[in-house]
């Protein structure tokens, strides 16, 4: 089967080219990009129209409420709202109930995620067990079922001895650890970050310094055993140095933030809209700039949608008793494109970080426009305006805080190995 496109806006993030021109897929890989090239025989034709063909986004850090919470996201759910973001691979976390720390747990929700969504599904799994931080899981067995990084997401291992163990551990098989920075002990129970705004809302805060030490002792242990770490969320410009250095000393250290916290700060929380609580908390504005300046010189490596589907019960709540997260699978791209708009970030270092980066971090083939890659492309329009209505999403879940936002960039079609997943 050939599929060529033609007329498109060709972003390549690693030859970082902004060139028109066509893109040709043969059973279901890229074979020819280029501004000449000649239509097969018996080929499809699909004009692009002059719109942007990019490679398809890899989210690390997407939630599925499978098994335990299928009222709040299911695998077909979350596929559909994938696909409608321009995502062709979610990379999906264990922090399910029951958590996936079993051989078994990861092959049901593998399974799961292959009769039902129609983009890529790459598991994680936790790193220790029920993620309580106790004892480490069986890396080699869930590696060989498929997991391809280890993480107990937002549960900080607060044992030093068993992260240091369960990291020696995934360094001997080469595998990836991914950890949430923060001081479990600062951050416990906040909902803000501290400061005057904070203060003057009465909300219980922490300090952007729990993040800084939790990167700070990490460092240290990964210094220690030499194991493959990521950060999923550096959010405070405090924690920057740390990083950089980490980096410079030749350790195997990458590090990812949010979309939310590219996009949003502190402030956005007003009168207490239980919507923008998210953890960590929203910064303030002098972090977030900090953080679109690291990911545009690549100290930050990552940008992720840490999409965390949660029911209206659960958030129409008092802002400190409400659950944090927020769905981002179909929001990341537009609100991505903020920053284009902006004259923040070109296209190519936005799909950089969110498609080239990850996919070479987790050691998958895809997020590239060259010859040979996966045909996992998005096709949008950057510049068409819409105002979100969060009752059309397509996740379960309706927990967005760009609801009644205007917004700037649609998708216009999405392909997993060349086939359309989904068409506006």
Known sequence: ??????????????????????????????????????????????????????????????????????????????????????????????????????????????????????????????????????????????????????????????????????????????????????????????????????????????SPIAERMGLDRDIALVEVTGAKYHADQITAARALPALERAKANGLDITAGTSIHHLTLNELDVADYRTFFKVKPPLRSEDDRQAIIAAVKSGLIDVISSMHTPQDEESKRLPFEEAASGAVALETLLPAALRLYHSDLMTLQELFRSMSFNPAQRLGLASGRLEAGAPADLVLFDPDAPFVLDRFKLKSKSKNTPFDGQRLQGKTRATYVGGQAVYQN
């Open 1 to 206: 089967m050939k599929t060529i496109f033609i007329n498109a806006r060709l972003i390549d993030p690693t030859s970082e080219q902004d060139l028109v021109g066509s893109l040709l897929v043969e059973d279901g890989v890229i074979s020819a990009i280029g501004a000449d090239i000649s239509v097969p025989d018996a080929a499809e034709v699909v004009d692009c129209e002059g719109l942007c063909l990019a490679p398809g986004i890899v989210d690390i850090g997407v939630k599925v409420c499978e098994p335990g919470e299928r009222h709040k996201e299911s695998y077909r759910s979350a596929g559909l709202a994938a696909a409608a973001g321009g995502v062709t691979t979610i990379v999906t976390r264990p922090d399910t109930s029951p958590a996936i720390d079993t051989p078994e747990t990861l092959e049901f929700a593998t399974r799961r995620a292959n009769e039902a969504a129609p983009v890529n599904v790459v598991p994680m799994a936790a790193l220790t067990k029920d993620r309580a931080g106790r004892e480490m899981t069986e890396i080699g067995f869930l590696m060989d079922a498929g997991a391809v990084a280890f993480t107990d997401c937002d549960h900080v291992v607060v044992d030093t001895k068993v992260f240091s163990r369960a990291l020696t551990y995934a360094r001997s098989l080469g595998a990836l650890v991914i950890a949430h920075p923060q001081d479990p002990g600062l951050s416990k129970g906040a909902a803000a970050t501290s400061g005057k705004f904070a203060s003057l809302r009465g909300l219980p805060a922490v």
